[in-house]
RNA sequence: GCGCCUUUAGCUCAGCUGGUAGAGCAACGGACUCUUAAUCCGCAGGUCCUGGGUUCGAUCCCCAGAGGGCGCACCA
């Protein structure tokens, strides 16, 4: 080939050496093998194996052995060893890596000189014969080497790899290419939806789509993000819950339906708050609260074991077995066993005010006493909550669709799961009664109106669902997001979601 | 939104209360037929995030801004 068409004739502006440099010489380079006839993108390759696959099958090669088993393999170049006459090249796919043993006696002149011209990052097929080399490394000793896809972009150093934060959520094709953690984060978010899947198939869930643009916004208190129908010249709220359309299915007689689904909430960033996250939310006519946090345990226990291997996870250093059953504690005695005062939501409004002032908690002139001994289990308990915890019955106020509890006018029938300090599920017997959820409704918009931007409006229509009849039935919510954090024990969400909210990179 | 930290070559990082920058890897030229981040020799590569200011002189000090991280607030 024509080299110095890959180097050299640069215009007198180009930098000596960079990344224009660098990529001004592979695209020559491109341009040189079109030139010879060589197309640098070919349309495709059968590969015989994937590179596990041959691990699996001649991971046992003595060293210094070779068969006569013929394959073809693919990957990306990850490491180079230019001895000479001999080429060591480190190739990658998903299913891990593989050397090909590159001998220019046996790819000839014109094969050799294609293949020292391969870069770091290109895309390569390869035909040979397995084989181990003398110190044991497996290879594939290889007869040709074809271009599949040429690099135009230098990878990230290759020992070093890729670990600035920023280049890494903004460029996650670089971060998945060199951080095998990056691929192992999203390999046990996969394994846990696969896992909840699973179980929810066995236990005789049906999964639906329901829609994402909402006219109302509800089933959750958060601040939704707005947007708007042109054809329909229509304000509308992407959601921030599945629940009210899920139960609507409830009515409609689907008896055990779930979603994992994209909701987005109009609020603050953080390690643990992307705008967009994961729900999981099942619902089961003829279940309760009780049997809700039975199949919590059984969703997460599982996945875990699904995603890693085993039911042990760590949270803050500390190893702990999700298979042992996890405590359920009320929230007033949560709270009761912070502050060393009891609380209840029967109690006059001026005295959990000074309970919540000697905690530091803000009290909003909207709240009432339930929404404040919520927030003093917030500000008092919640972060101790290190081991996974079911806190049980909270009051009716901040549980708007929540039953209440037959034994306390005040509480609902409802827990959330806590683990490491912060929520990780949230579910409730249903409340079916459309007066009661009516009046519910009403209280909300009092709230709404008072100038609580995250309280709930009317909805007329799945009271009107509700109106139909719907079953005695138990509904949970999971943070798919969190709950791959903590199994694979990710520090921020922003390593378990492929592309978070970042604000947009100026080029 | 507030506070603290951070931004230097494609990547990973040095850079002395001020004298306009270095290394390793990658790249480029060369040697090498069993390497494992191959090794060895040589060579090149910079908007020191941006804009002001102070100074004879700023990667360094000051101010403002941008991106990112962490905490707080909000929330899941």
């Known amino acids: 080939m024509d080299h110095e068409a890959t180097v050299g004739d640069s215009g007198a502006d180009d930098p000596a050496a960079g990344l224009e440099f660098e990529r001004n010489r592979r695209t020559a380079h491109i341009d040189a093998l079109r030139g010879a006839g060589t197309n640098p993108y070919p349309h495709r390759f059968d590969r015989t194996h994937t590179l ?64 020292v011209e391969l870069d770091l990052g290109d895309w390569v097929g390869a035909a040979g014969i397995m084989m181990a080399t003398r110190k044991g490394e ?6 040709s080497v074809s271009l599949l896809s040429k690099a135009v972009r230098p990878m990230p150093d290759k020992w070093r790899g890729l670990s600035d934060v920023e280049t890494r959520y903004r460029q996650r094709y670089a971060d998945l290419i060199v951080n095998d953690e990056a691929r192992r984060m999203f390999a046990v978010r996969h394994e846990i939806i696969a896992s909840f899947r699973r179980t929810l198939h066995d236990h005789g869930f049906i999964e639906v789509e329901t829609p994402v643009l909402h006219v109302e916004a509800g089933g959750a208190p958060a601040t939704p993000f707005v947007t708007h129908h042109n054809a329909l010249d229509m304000q509308l709220y992407l959601r921030i819950a599945l629940e009210l359309h899920l139960k609507r299915l409830i009515v409609g007689g689907m008896e055990r339906v779930y979603e994992i689904g994209r909701v987005f909430r109009n609020e603050g960033l953080s390690s643990r708050h992307n705008p967009e996250f994961t729900l999981m939310e099942l619902y089961q006519a003829f279940g309760d609260y009780t049997e809700m946090m039975g199949i919590t345990e059984h969703l997460i226990t599982t996945a875990a074991r699904d ?76 972060s101790s909550l290190r081991e996974p915890t079911f806190v049980t019955h909270h009051p009716v106020e901040v549980s708007p669709l929540a039953r209440v509890d037959p034994a306390d006018p005040h509480l609902t029938e409802r827990f959330e799961l806590h683990v490491g ?87």
């Open 138 to 143: 497996l290879s594939v000793k290889t007869s």
């Open 307 to 382: 995603a890693t291997g085993s039911s042990v996870v760590t949270i803050d250093g500390t190893e702990i077995d999700l298979a042992v059953g996890w405590r359920r504690a009320r929230m007033i005695d949560l709270v009761a066993e912070a502050t060393g005062r009891e609380v209840h939501p029967n109690q006059p409004r001026e005295t959990l005010v000074a309970l919540a002032a000697e905690h530091e908690v803000r009290v909003q002139p909207y709240w009432g006493t339930g929404k404040i001994i919520e927030e003093l289990f917030g500000a008092t308990a919640e």
């Open 421 to 507: 300090g912060r929520e990780l599920a949230n579910g409730y017997s249903e409340l079916n009664d459309p007066r009661e959820q009516r009046a519910r409704f009403e209280d909300e918009q009092r709230a709404k109106d008072a100038g609580n931007l995250e309280a709930g409006t009317v909805d007329e229509d799945y009271l009107r669902a509700l109106e139909y009849g719907m079953p005695p039935t138990g509904g949970l919510g999971i943070g798919i997001d969190r709950l791959t954090m903590l199994i694979s024990g990710a520090q921020s969400i922003r390593d378990v979601i492929l592309f978070p909210t970042l604000r947009p990179e100026v080029f």
């Open 52 to 115: 596990g696959e041959l691990r699996e099958l001649h991971g046992a090669l003595e060293p210094g052995t070779e068969t006569d088993v013929p394959v073809r393999v693919a990957g990306r170049i990850m490491l180079k060893r230019d001895q000479g006459k001999l080429i060591f090249i480190t190739v990658q796919d998903r299913t891990g890596t593989i050397q090909l043993f590159v001998s220019k006696s046996e790819v000839g002149e014109d094969g050799f000189a294609a293949i």
